[in-house]
């Protein structure tokens, strides 16, 4: 069992800047492929960045050049730096892997762009 911890959702104006983490509560996290997903209201959950154990990342174009996926492996955890944020961003952010078949996501952070 795995549990993944998101934090640092928030209220922030265009244009501004939020740093997301997502925490494992166990080491073997630290091998696996994370992704950062966002759901809106009313609109389908969507991938918007993951990073392999290696280190790889990958973006959505909608995302392209202003987020950014890292991962601390000493800390279980995945960051998603998002600057230049705009109203459209706003969703529920949540972290996701796959460990030993098994998809665990985090309960979700709210993230809010006002115009």
């Known amino acids: 069992q795995v549990q993944l911890v998101e934090s640092g959702g928030g209220l922030v104006q265009a244009g501004g800047s939020l740093r997301l983490s997502c925490r494992a509560s166990?080491?073997?996290?630290?091998?696996?492929?994370v992704g950062w997903y966002r759901q809106a209201p009313g609109k389908q959950r969507e991938s918007v960045a993951t990073?392999?154990?290696?280190?790889?990342?990958s973006y959505s174009d909608a995302v392209k050049g202003r987020f950014a996926i890292s991962r601390d492996n000493a800390e279980n955890t995945v960051y998603l730096q998002m600057s230049s944020l705009k109203p459209e961003d706003t969703a529920v952010y949540s972290c996701?892997?796959?460990?030993?078949?098994?998809?665990?996501w985090g309960q979700g952070t709210q993230v809010t762009v006002s115009s």
């Open positions: 990073i392999s154990r290696f280190g790889t990342t």
């Open positions: 996701n892997t796959i460990i030993g078949g098994w998809n665990y």
């Open positions: 166990r080491s073997s996290f630290s091998i696996n492929t």
